[in-house]
């Protein structure tokens, strides 16, 4: 098993940046994929972006271009690094591992973005 912990959600104005962490209990060679999930108020849950052990990316289409998903195998620690946000960005972020066919999800972290 996983354990995942988020940090640095916060409130921001738009046009703002944040980045968020995720720290693994162990070592994120192991885990097949990482990736960040958001879910706002009334919404499904949804992929923001995601990266492989291998170091492979897959973005949503709304953040292509202002978000980064890049990790840290020394830290054992995955982040996003998010620019231009938009008041829609607004939610809870989630940070997800897929490691042998199995899903663990972090607690979450609230960001919230004004106009």
């Known amino acids: 098993q996983v354990q995942l912990v988020e940090s640095g959600g916060g409130l921001v104005q738009a046009g703002g940046s944040l980045r968020l962490s995720c720290a693994a209990s162990q070592s994120i060679f192991r885990i097949q994929v990482m990736g960040w999930y958001r879910q706002a108020s009334a919404k499904q849950r949804e992929l923001v972006a995601s990266?492989?052990?291998?170091?492979?990316?897959n973005y949503a289409d709304i953040v292509k271009g202002r978000f980064t998903i890049f990790r840290d195998n020394a830290k054992n620690t995955v982040y996003l690094q998010m620019n231009a946000l938009k008041p829609e960005d607004t939610a809870n972020y989630y940070c997800?591992?897929?490691?042998?066919?199995?899903?663990?999800w972090g607690q979450g972290t609230p960001v919230t973005v004004s106009s």
């Open positions: 997800h591992a897929l490691m042998n066919f199995a899903n663990y």
């Open positions: 990266i492989s052990n291998e170091g492979r990316t």
